[in-house]
C-alpha cells in the first residue's frame, strides 16, 4: 500500500503557528571530484512528448490556505498544469454540496468554488475525485451538472473514488467504503454507473479507474472468493466505461539513496500497467491513458531527496506515456524531524511550509507558505520542459548521475542532470547524437542542496560541466544551425519477430522524404539498425528475451534528420525449435513476492542425463527466495537449479519451483537455459 497513510490525512491547524525561521545553508565545496562521467544525450532515440497535463499536485480540503493568493501564485510560478481535488482519502468521505467530510475535517473556504478560484488563478486544470466510498453516482452526476452546466468550470478529469483497494477487501483498511460487497467486481460495477450517469451530463468529460500499481501491494493478489486480481476484474468489467487508469506511487526506501533509485521502475510501471489495458479492458483499449495523481519520495521528503526524486521521476513518467503526474501534497504539516544532508527535514509531505508545531510548542517548521526543496523541483522542471517538447533518451556512466533531456520547438535542447551523491561533485563530459550544440557556454540554471531558490550560470561548454554535491542542474542549449527540419515519421510497429529478427514499418513522414535511418536501443547501447528508402526495414542481430526500443528518424534530400518518431519497445522471442522448453507460471503473488512454476520439457530426440536450469531475473529489484525439486543456487540475479540424478526422455517433463521476491513492478524472466541451451519460452 502507499507509504506515509498517516500524514495523507493530516490536519493542518486552523490557528497556524510562527515557526523560528532557519537561514538557508550555502553550498560548500565538494570534498572530492571522483573523476568525469560520460553523459551521452541522444535525440534519435525520441520518447513521448511533454503532455500538457504532465505538472500536476493535489490540493486537499483541509488546508486551512487552499485557495490564498499566495498559494495560487507560487503555483502557477513553478508552472504547474493541473490540481487534483479534494485530497486523497478524503475524496471517499467527502461531499462536495455542503462541503463536509464525516469523520474528517475540512478548514474553512476549501469549498469547491473557492477550489476552482484558485485553479483558474493558477491558470491550470482540474482533476476532482467523486466520492465511490460514501457517495452516489447520482451525487457525481450532480457535481458534473454544477461544475460544467452551471458554473462553466470546465472540469475535464473525473476520478471515481481514491484507493479504494484499501477497503478492507484484502485485509488493510484506510479507505472508507458503505457498501456491503467490497470487492473488484463491485467497485467496476459502480465505475459503470457512476460513469453513465456523469457522462449523460457532460459526455466530453474524461473518468478514470482506480488500479494497483505494478509492484506496490496488492498488485497480483487475488483476495478470497475473487476469480482474479483488482486490476484484471476493474478493466474487464469498466474498460469499455473509462478514459484513463489512476495508479499511486510511494516507493519509499529504507533511506534517501535506496528511495532515489525508485525512478529507474517508472518504464516498467507504465509498460506493465499499458499491458494489462491491453491484455483486459477489450477492443479500443488503445484510447485508455495512465495517470499517476499521487506520488511522493517517501525519503528526505522536504529536502534535497525529494527534490532530486521529483526531478527524476516526472521526466521518467511522462517519457513512459503517463498523461499526468501529481505531487503529494500541497500543504501537509510537520511530523519527525531529522537531518537530511545538513538540512532540516520536517517528514512533512507538502511543497510548502504549514507553519505548524510539533506537539512541545518548540520544534517549529519555516513561516507558512515557505518552500521546501521539491518544490524548486518542480519549478526548475518548469523550466526545463514545455508542453509539446520530445523527452529524448539520456545515459549515464555513473548511477548516482540521472539526465533526462528534451528537444524543444525553437530547435534547442535542455539537458537535466542530478548529481545524487550527497558527498562529491562529479564533472560531467557530454557527447550529442542527432543534435550539434552551438559553441560557446550554455545558460544553466540549478538547484542547490540548501538554497532557497533555483540560481542561473553558465557552463564551461556543451560539452562538460561541473554537478556540485546533491544538486538539480539544467544546461539550455541552441543548436549549431537553426534550420527548419522534415517532419518526422509516425511510431513503428513489430511484425514477424523471432528470438534475432524482426520487421519494423511505419507512416510515412509528411512532405518528400528521401529516407529513413532506423535505431535501435538496448541497455545503455544505441545502434543505427539500417537505412532505407521505403517505411519498412527487416532488423537483423537480435538476441533472445532482449528488449529493445526501435525510433525512425527522416532525412531530406541534403541529409538533414528529422525529430525522431515516438518509440516502439519490444522483447526478442526465444527460439521456435529448441532442445528444451520451459513454461513459467506465477501460481500465487502477495504483492511483494509470488510462486514461480518452471515447467521443463526434453523436446529433443536424445535423453538429458542430469539437468541445469537458468535463468536471470530481470530486475535489480528482484531476489530468490526459495525453491524445491531441485538444488537451487543464487548469485545476485543470476539463478540456477540442478538435479544431477535425474534423466529427462524425449517429451518428458520436470516441474520445479521457487520464491521470488520484488522490490518494484514484478517483471517475469522470459529467458531459460538447460545445460547451457537456449530453451524455448512457452
Request: glycine share 10%; aromatic share 8%.
Amino acid at each position: 500500500m502507499s507509504t506515509g497513510r498517516h500524514r495523507r490525512f493530516a490536519i493542518l491547524s486552523v490557528a497556524l503557528l510562527t515557526a523560528a525561521g532557519s537561514a538557508a545553508i550555502g553550498l560548500s565545496p565538494a570534498a572530492a571530484d571522483l573523476g568525469s562521467v560520460t553523459v551521452a544525450v541522444d535525440a534519435h532515440a525520441g520518447q513521448q512528448l511533454v503532455p500538457s497535463t504532465g505538472l500536476g499536485v493535489n490540493d486537499a480540503v483541509w488546508d486551512t490556505h487552499l485557495g490564498s493568493t499566495e498559494t495560487s501564485s507560487l503555483l502557477r510560478n513553478a508552472g504547474v498544469k493541473v490540481m487534483r481535488y479534494p485530497g486523497g482519502s478524503y475524496a471517499d468521505i467527502y461531499h462536495w454540496k455542503d462541503n463536509t467530510a464525516p469523520g474528517g475535517y475540512v478548514a474553512p473556504d476549501t469549498d469547491f468554488d473557492t477550489f476552482m478560484g484558485s485553479v483558474r488563478a493558477v491558470g491550470a486544470q482540474a482533476s476532482v475525485i467523486a466520492n465511490y466510498g460514501t457517495g452516489t453516482a447520482q451525487e457525481a452526476a450532480d457535481w458534473v451538472r454544477y461544475a460544467n452546466r452551471t458554473q462553466h468550470f470546465g472540469v475535464k478529469y473525473w476520478e471515481i473514488g481514491n484507493e479504494n483497494y484499501g477497503n478492507g477487501h484484502y485485509g488493510s483498511a484506510w479507505e472508507a467504503d458503505d457498501h456491503a460487497d467490497k470487492s473488484p467486481t463491485a467497485y467496476a460495477n459502480g465505475v459503470v454507473e457512476y460513469a453513465t450517469a456523469m457522462k449523460a451530463v457532460d459526455p466530453s468529460i474524461k473518468i478514470g479507474a482506480v488500479l494497483t500499481t505494478p509492484g506496490n501491494w496488492p498488485d497480483a493478489v487475488v483476495a478470497d472468493g475473487d476469480a482474479a486480481s483488482w486490476n484484471q476484474t476493474v478493466l474487464s468489467i469498466a474498460g469499455a466505461s473509462i478514459d484513463f487508469v489512476i495508479l499511486h506511487w510511494y516507493p519509499g526506501g529504507t533511506d534517501a539513496a535506496n528511495a532515489l533509485a525508485k525512478p529507474d521502475q517508472a518504464t516498467d510501471i507504465a509498460e506493465l500497467t499499458r499491458a494489462q489495458i491491453t491484455r483486459h479492458a477489450g477492443a479500443g483499449s488503445g484510447r485508455i491513458q495512465i495517470a499517476l495523481t499521487e506520488i511522493n519520495s517517501g525519503a528526505g521528503v522536504n529536502t534535497q531527496p525529494g527534490a532530486l526524486f521529483a526531478a527524476d521521476a516526472y521526466p521518467a513518467l511522462w517519457a513512459a506515456g503517463v498523461f499526468s503526474v501529481h505531487w503529494w501534497n500541497v500543504r501537509n504539516g510537520i511530523d519527525k524531524v531529522t537531518t537530511v544532508a545538513g538540512q532540516t527535514d520536517y517528514n512533512d509531505y507538502g511543497l510548502f511550509s504549514s507553519g505548524t508545531c510539533l506537539a512541545d510548542g518548540i520544534t517549529c517548521e519555516p513561516a507558512l507558505n515557505t518552500p521546501f526543496a521539491p518544490y524548486h523541483a518542480l519549478d526548475l522542471l518548469n523550466t526545463f520542459a514545455e508542453t509539446g517538447d520530445q523527452l529524448i533518451r539520456v545515459t549515464t556512466g555513473d548511477p548516482l548521475v540521472q539526465g533526462h533531456a528534451v528537444r524543444h520547438r525553437n530547435g534547442s535542447l535542455s539537458v537535466l542532470l542530478l548529481n545524487e551523491d550527497p558527498e562529491n561533485a562529479r564533472s560531467v563530459s557530454l557527447n550529442y547524437s542527432g543534435f550539434v550544440p552551438a559553441p560557446g557556454r550554455p545558460a544553466v540554471q540549478a538547484y542547490l542542496n540548501g538554497a532557497t531558490g533555483i540560481t542561473s550560470s553558465r557552463a564551461d561548454s556543451a560539452q562538460t560541466t561541473t554537478l556540485p554535491v546533491y544538486s538539480l542542474t539544467v544546461l539550455r542549449l541552441r543548436p549549431r544551425q537553426l534550420q527548419a527540419l522534415p517532419p518526422a515519421p509516425g511510431t513503428p510497429s513489430v511484425s514477424a519477430l523471432t528470438d534475432t529478427t524482426a520487421t519494423l514499418a511505419w507512416p510515412a513522414a509528411g512532405g518528400a522524404p528521401a529516407g529513413y535511418d532506423v535505431y535501435l536501443q538496448e541497455g545503455q547501447s544505441s545502434r543505427l539498425a539500417g537505412s532505407t528508402s521505403g517505411t519498412t526495414l527487416g532488423i537483423t542481430g537480435l538476441h533472445p528475451g532482449t528488449r529493445y526500443t526501435a525510433t525512425i528518424v527522416a532525412k531530406d534530400g541534403r541529409g538533414t534528420e528529422s525529430w525522431s518518431s515516438a518509440p516502439t519497445a519490444f522483447v526478442a522471442r526465444t527460439p521456435a525449435t529448441s532442445t528444451c522448453a520451459v513454461h513459467l507460471s506465477n501460481t500465487a503473488d502477495w504483492g511483494t513476492g509470488y510462486v514461480g512454476n518452471l515447467d521443463v520439457t526434453n523436446t529433443g530426440t536424445e535423453p538429458v542425463d542430469g539437468w541445469t536450469v537458468g535463468f536471470d531475473f530481470p530486475r535489480s529489484w528482484e531476489s530468490f527466495g526459495s525453491g524445491w525439486n531441485a538444488t537451487w543456487a543464487a548469485d545476485g540475479t543470476q539463478i540456477t537449479a540442478t538435479n544431477p540424478e535425474s534423466v529427462l526422455a524425449p517429451g518428458e517433463t520436470a516441474s520445479i519451483g521457487y520464491v521470488g521476491n520484488y522490490a518494484g513492478p514484478n517483471v517475469l524472466p522470459n529467458l531459460f537455459t538447460v545445460n547451457g541451451t537456449v530453451c524455448t519460452t512457452k
